[in-house]
């Protein structure tokens, strides 16, 4: 299938973007797709909809403190968004400014702290590489006490003292995200202890989600696009949970497009995982056949967006092309903030 950015289009009234989380994290909507069909539930409903012996999947990523806002050395204004930190004292960057930094240029963050930029970064040259000027400075230190939580673009208020709780999930330990992984928002710690309960297992991956994540698609044919690069790691525990889960015929549920990205990434044709720590830039589109994960719990995708063009490849693209329309015309709510959805594998494409 030759597909185009276009075929991945779809209408959006303003209005349906949420801004705030639901109320409680579980009192979100859930629409359930199963091939052509599609059924309106609430996500409390979830362990009703999974059974004894499936393994739920996490992405145990913590979201750090990424935007600084600062100025160049001759006093114009910019705004910085950490892609990722590499080091101590390098880090990769998004810059906003009226006119670019150019390398050897010192930039002042916060008004606390001062980097240099000492080149382009990325495949694109669209990322800036960035250095303390001060040696002995910390940039995990520096991003936590100086930062800004990195709201999506698409959200229009500042962040608050309450996103700094609900934009990260109840089981966020591995600082280094600048995105939230969004499905896991809908998980409290009371629905968690239920799904155990009732035999549901639970392991976890680590994928550090960058702000290239936010970056439009400059092709025209979805064939010509080139992902960023993200890290992820599969601890022994989940290659052993993966395994075991596969032998007794329970199901691999991903939690997130991000943990099925590092799961996929790390999939052998077996079914099996490898583990360890590595560098992901797969890109998922229709005509992929998965060879880990059988169900995702994920959230709605903005239009032309790689995510959406993941979310067809594992549900199908007919399939999520009408499970869209109906969500738009049932005003789900939609993005990070909005409802969620469970896809079952199709191999429709």
Not at 24 to 34: W, Y
Not at 51 to 62: I, Y
Not at 192 to 200: H, S
Not at 273 to 295: C, H, M, N, W
């Amino acid at each position: 299938m030759s597909l185009t950015v276009d075929d991945f289009d779809f209408p959006l009234p303003p209005e349906l973007i949420a801004q705030h989380p639901a109320a409680e994290r579980t009192g979100s909507r859930l629409l359930h797709v199963c091939g052509e069909l599609a059924h309106d539930r609430r996500f409390a409903d979830l362990p009703s909809l999974v059974r004894r012996g499936d393994l739920l999947v996490f992405n145990d990523t913590r979201v750090i403190k990424a935007r600084f806002f600062g100025c160049k050395e001759t006093g114009g204004l910019i705004e910085v968004m950490l892609e990722r930190i590499v080091d101590a004292t390098h880090a990769i960057c998004q810059i906003r400014a009226s006119k670019a930094p150019k390398a050897g240029n010192i930039l002042l963050l916060g008004d606390a702290f001062e980097v240099r930029m000492t080149g382009r970064a990325g495949t694109d040259n669209d990322f800036f590489a960035l250095e303390l000027v001060d040696p002995s400075g910390n940039f995990w230190d520096l991003a936590e006490e100086h930062g800004k939580l990195p709201l999506p673009p698409y959200i229009e208020h500042p962040a608050e003292g309450a996103d700094e709780t609900r934009y990260q999930t109840v089981y966020a330990r591995e600082p280094g995200a600048v995105a939230a992984p969004t499905a896991g928002l809908h998980f409290d710690e009371a629905m968690l202890a239920t799904l155990r309960t009732q035999g549901v297992n639970t392991a976890f991956v680590t994928l550090h989600v960058g702000a290239g994540t936010y970056r439009p698609m400059r092709v025209e044919k979805i064939a010509d696009h080139r992902m960023h690069s993200e890290r992820y790691e599969i601890p022994q525990a989940t290659a052993d949970a993966i395994a075991a889960t596969r032998a007794a015929g329970g199901r691999i549920i991903a939690v997130g497009t991000t943990s099925l990205r590092a799961l996929e990434s790390a999939g052998r044709d077996d079914g099996s995982v490898q583990l360890g720590a590595s560098e992901t830039s797969i890109f998922i589109t229709p005509g992929y056949r998965f060879k880990v994960v059988d169900r995702l719990i994920t959230n709605f995708h903005l239009p032309k967006s790689t995510l959406l063009m993941l979310v067809s490849a594992f549900a199908g693209y007919d399939n999520i092309r009408a499970a869209y329309a109906h969500a738009v015309a049932e005003r789900y709510r939609f993005f990070s903030y909005g409802d969620a959805m469970l896809l079952e594998k199709s191999d429709a494409v």
